[in-house]
């Protein structure tokens, strides 16, 4: 039987809470949420399907140990004391990585640097051999967290970041994080029973999201490699067990997935993402200006999209705001549209009151998320609602 032990998934800010709730529905114990951060409990299959399975989580942390210092050698020395030869062999590789909140420790570079030497030491110290640094694809990953005093140590089970799905290997000017687009389209409520619409939907990230969503498909199935595929207790078997055990779990979906782009270019880009994510049945992809099109049909549209910030877009913000407002209102009736900003100047132009508001952060853009609902029929005064 395999023991459990404290994780941390970290997020993106405001999405805390639907990570909270991932990890309940996948049967995380003990789920408390942080800033940025969930904490949970749960055994090393657990972990495994953390990682395959979470849509909203960048990292899962194992953390190994916890103490005060005030000093940099008080680092070193609690580094130092450390049984390393538990997660690594003396010919080993290793890179560590920092994050410090501290007026005593300012230099996250020199934190991880104080780190790896002490482990270094310990090896050379006990064995003669030492283990090296590889920053791409070491070993072991450690994660070092100072908060004020507080040093806490974990293991990266993870690697490079959980948005990074394996999926997409083209990209346009300003893509969007796999994370944050799983994340909208949870907080939009999208549950795979209507329709589902990215009207500028740029390398198809939103589309390939919303489709994994509505099939219960595992988001990180394509990634080449874990972390934890490189430590001494990688179980291969159980591994390939929790896999099938969520591959069985996913879902039909009887409804259309499908997107606009006015670029060429971003849409033969999409189309290769969506093809290398196995998606094509579920979506499709057309060269149209949403400003142009109308919505067929009355059935209920979920829209959800990323348009242009003019962060890296040369456009004129008001009236391109203001045309997504005229589009929606008089082409698209019966339609939940949402879409991420940080320009909260050019909102102002869209022309429509929003019925949500969600305060989030787009990289380290203050962003807000709105929700504007287009109803069926009369249009006194509902669109104004």
Not at 78 to 91: E, F, G, N, R
Request: charged content about 25%; some cysteine.
């Amino acid at each position: 039987m395999e023991e459990n032990f404290k994780m941390v998934a970290k997020t993106l800010f405001g999405f805390e809470d639907i990570l909270a709730n991932e990890l309940i529905q996948l049967g995380a114990q003990e789920v408390k949420t942080g800033v940025r951060n969930v904490s949970f409990v749960g055994d090393k299959g657990f972990m495994y399907k953390a990682n395959l399975a979470l849509r909203t989580a960048t990292k899962i942390l194992k953390p190994i140990n916890s103490f005060k210092i005030k000093t940099e050698q008080d680092l070193y020395n609690q580094i130092y004391k450390m049984d390393w030869s538990k997660y690594l062999k003396p010919s080993g590789t290793l890179a560590v990585d920092a994050t410090v909140n501290s007026t005593v420790f300012t230099h996250s570079l020199y934190i991880s640097q104080k780190t790896k030497d002490a482990i270094v030491d310990k090896f050379r110290d006990e064995t003669g051999e030492r283990p090296n640094v590889d920053l791409k694809f070491p070993d072991l990953k450690i994660n070092i967290h100072i908060d004020r005093e507080v040093c806490n140590v974990s293991l990266d089970s993870s690697g490079e970041s959980l948005h990074k799905r394996g999926y997409k290997t083209a990209t346009n000017i300003a893509p969007i994080n796999e994370v944050l687009a799983a994340g909208l389209i949870i907080l939009s409520g999208w549950d795979g029973q209507s329709d589902f619409m990215d009207p500028m939907c740029g390398s198809g990230t939103m589309l390939a999201e919303a489709a994994m969503i509505a099939c219960n498909i595992p988001p990180n199935l394509m990634r080449k490699e874990f972390a934890f595929e490189r430590w001494q207790d990688w179980n291969v078997e159980l591994f390939e067990k929790i896999e099938a055990s969520l591959l069985n779990k996913t879902r039909d979906f009887h409804h259309k997935i499908f997107g606009f782009d006015k670029s060429p270019s971003a849409v033969t880009k999409a189309k290769e993402n969506i093809k290398n994510a196995h998606l094509e049945e579920f979506i499709s992809i057309k060269h149209e200006d949403f400003f142009k099109t109308q919505k067929g049909g009355e059935e209920k549209l979920h829209m959800v999209f990323n348009p242009p910030y003019g962060e890296r877009l040369d456009i004129d913000m008001e009236s391109f705001y203001k045309n997504i407002g005229d589009t929606l209102k008089q082409n698209y009736a019966n339609t939940d549209a949402w879409f991420i900003t940080s320009n909260l100047e050019a909102l102002k132009h869209v022309g429509l009151r929003p019925s949500r508001k969600i305060h989030l952060m787009n990289a380290r853009l203050d962003s807000r998320l709105v929700k504007y609902e287009i109803y069926a029929g009369s249009k006194k005064g509902k669109y104004m609602k």
